[in-house]
């Protein structure tokens, strides 16, 4: 099993929020294992939970750290750096 | 609302109602079905785990109708749904009703409670976050409604412009009426629907409320909307009016800048504020912020935020407001609203327990750190900034919270009377601090005994009761003879009739969100302090929460 972790920006201006955190989500939680999201040194919530990645409440600009747990987390988190660095919102 | 399937009878025939937004409109009609109530009797659970399927099968289905009607859109409205259908199926939310029907609540009180919590959540964060609590609350009622076998609430979407008919309307569905394809609106209760009118009217959509028989109106048949003179023609002869899209209403736009009556008796109008981008909120036509909540900075965290960090977001926010003033409410959390750092252990009755400023009993230290952060970032950005706490219930407690927050170095100290205690004793409090907020959605809760995170009791709850208004009235005269201003925070001050008696009752400042200061400052500029202190007397003399809108609704003449 794979443990991976990435650290990203946030590029989109309205942050982890509205179309970036649907996207976000989506692909997390189509993910085989377990994804996480958190602010550097924050607490860690599920990224397969709309409801938590909202409520995180992730700005433009904020870094995130994403860790994924099971086989092809590397992928995984490629994809949702992909997301996360996205500009438009 | 149930739809009457009988056709109306052949050839024209007028219903009437109140006039709430002008303008002209003909079309086809889309009835809005009621939400879905909770029964009055809640069943016992015997078998946890069936009730929580039950309770996720719904849910289940309310995402993948939320998908199939996002398949059929393109653009914004189809990733909203899409976003829509994520929260339905959310792992978070199912873990959150097994818990509640653990604890032996039954499917349908389960799924409500639990998104009411998280709608509390999405409400303190404010912006972005608290729209979305409408998306929660409509899922709820998708929920409910398969869960009781009862009829989908949904916005109605015909294909083609329409004139919407509705029981009432909540503002949350006001809000997301799209322009381009609402070409009027009626509904047959005149309930709290000035915030409906006020939509209707800044969106420039004709409206006639009250119209007690919109329930005969039923989906398809065309009708002629007047929201001129409050009036519906069904069937109206061909080419009687021609579908006019009415301007947006001038006189939005002609009154600008600081809140006046028309006798230029100064009312501020601020601004209540959460975790919105702070550049963006001071962009608002608005004296300041009258209400800030800090929650959004503390809720969700393990560890108390930094006062560093905290420092941080306020400084940002008093920059943005420049030389305007903001009110910061220290953080108001307990057990309803538990903290990992603030840990205040079970509480069975958490509106009722450790709460807001009461919190300083157990772990004082939090407080103290917000207040020097505040202080630090009011000192460094040199803004006008005022603190107040919630749910202070003595004078004591106002006096305590003073020496603290001088202490700090704040200079204009307050609390927010939200207590019905603080209420009766307004004198006393009002000689301890500078400033006093009227918190009104909790003000009625704890003066009416209804929990205002259940839909229950929704009357009680009407900030027109007169009790409630009495005792605004109460803290108005306090201020009044002290000579110390007395604002208004809760959502009663968004109504702008209400608005009305709220400054007749001896409101000093309005605080709402963005979207009510248009429509508050119009009707403030169109009466004088004497008319709103009559109507403020009408309101007070009400046998109930109706019949003082009436009263007043039909001495302003709207």
Request: glycine residues 8%; charged residues 20%; hydrophobic residues 45%.
């Amino acid at each position: 099993m794979t443990v991976a972790e990435r650290r990203v920006t946030v590029a989109s201006p309205v942050g982890l929020h509205a179309r970036p955190a649907a996207r976000f989500v989506t692909a997390a939680a189509a993910f085989d294992g377990e994804v996480y999201l958190a602010r550097p040194g924050g607490p860690r919530v599920s990224a397969a939970s709309m409801l938590a990645v909202l409520t995180l409440g992730v700005r433009g600009g904020e870094e995130i750290v994403i860790t994924a747990e099971g086989d092809g987390a590397e992928e995984l988190l490629d994809r949702l750096a992909e997301i996360a660095a996205c500009t438009a919102d | 609302m149930e739809p009457n399937r009988r056709p109306p009878a052949v050839g024209e025939r007028t219903l009437t109602g109140v006039p709430a937004s002008p303008g002209r409109a003909v079309g086809p009609v889309a009835v809005l079905a009621p939400p879905p109530a909770l029964p009055g009797v809640r069943p016992a659970v015997d078998d946890p785990a069936a009730e929580t399927a039950r309770a996720l099968a719904a849910l289940e289905r309310v995402a993948e109708l939320l998908r199939a009607q996002a398949a059929s859109l393109d653009g914004p409205a189809r990733e909203i749904l899409e976003a829509q259908a994520l929260m339905a199926a959310d792992p978070q939310l199912a873990a959150a009703i097994a818990e509640r029907v653990r604890e032996g609540l039954a499917a349908e009180w389960a799924l409500d409670a639990a998104i009411t919590s998280y709608q509390e959540v999405f409400r303190s964060m404010g912006g972005y976050l608290a729209d979305r609590a409408a998306d929660l609350g409509d899922i709820r009622n998708r929920a409910l409604a398969v869960l009781l076998d009862a009829p989908m609430p949904r916005p109605p979407a015909p294909g083609h412009p329409f004139v919407l008919v509705a029981e009432d309307l909540a503002p949350a569905d006001t809000v997301r009426l799209d322009p381009q394809t609402v070409l009027a609106i009626v509904t047959r209760m005149g309930g709290p629907t000035d915030h409906t009118a006020i939509l209707a009217r800044s969106l420039g959509i004709p409206a006639v409320v009250a119209c007690t028989e919109a329930h005969r109106l039923y989906d398809g048949v065309p009708v002629a909307v007047d929201g001129d003179r409050g009036e519906v023609v069904v069937r109206p002869a061909a080419g009687q009016a021609p579908p006019v899209r009415p301007a947006r209403p001038a006189a939005d736009a002609e009154v600008t800048g600081p809140g006046r009556t028309a006798d230029g008796h100064p009312v501020a109008l601020l601004l209540n504020l959460g975790g919105e981008d702070p550049e963006r909120a001071a962009a608002h036509d608005c004296e300041g912020v009258g209400l800030l909540r800090t929650e959004f900075l503390f809720l969700d965290r393990v560890t108390e935020p930094t006062q560093e960090e905290q420092y941080a977001a306020y400084a940002r926010l008093f920059r943005a407001f420049g030389d305007r003033v903001v009110t910061v409410r220290t953080l108001d959390v307990g057990s309803d609203k538990p903290l990992a750092f603030a840990a205040q252990g079970d509480e069975p009755n958490p509106a009722l327990g450790t709460r807001g400023f009461r919190t300083v009993r157990t772990c004082p230290g939090v407080l103290r750190r917000q207040l020097a952060a505040v202080a630090r970032a009011a000192r460094e950005t040199g803004a006008r900034v005022q603190v107040m706490a919630p749910m202070v219930a003595t004078p004591q407690e106002a006096a305590d919270f003073v020496g603290m927050a001088r202490e700090a170095g704040l200079a204009e100290v307050g609390v927010v009377v939200e207590v019905p205690s603080a209420a009766l004793l307004a004198d006393r409090i009002l000689r301890q601090v500078d400033f006093v907020s009227v918190g009104t959605n909790d003000l009625s809760q704890y003066t009416l005994a209804a929990d205002r995170t259940r839909n229950a009791l929704p009357d009680l709850l009407d900030p027109w009761q007169p009790a409630l208004l009495h005792l605004v009235g109460r803290v108005g005269a306090a201020g009044r003879s002290l000579g110390r201003p007395v604002g208004v925070c809760g959502e009663a001050a968004a109504d702008p009739l209400l608005a009305l008696v709220l400054v007749g009752l001896g409101a000093t400042s309005l605080s709402m969100a963005a979207p009510a200061l248009p429509g508050v400052r119009r009707a403030l500029a169109r009466h004088s302090l004497r008319d709103c202190r009559d109507l403020a007397a009408l309101a007070l003399a009400a046998a109930g929460p109706r019949e003082a809108r009436e009263a007043v609704r039909g001495a302003v003449g709207w």
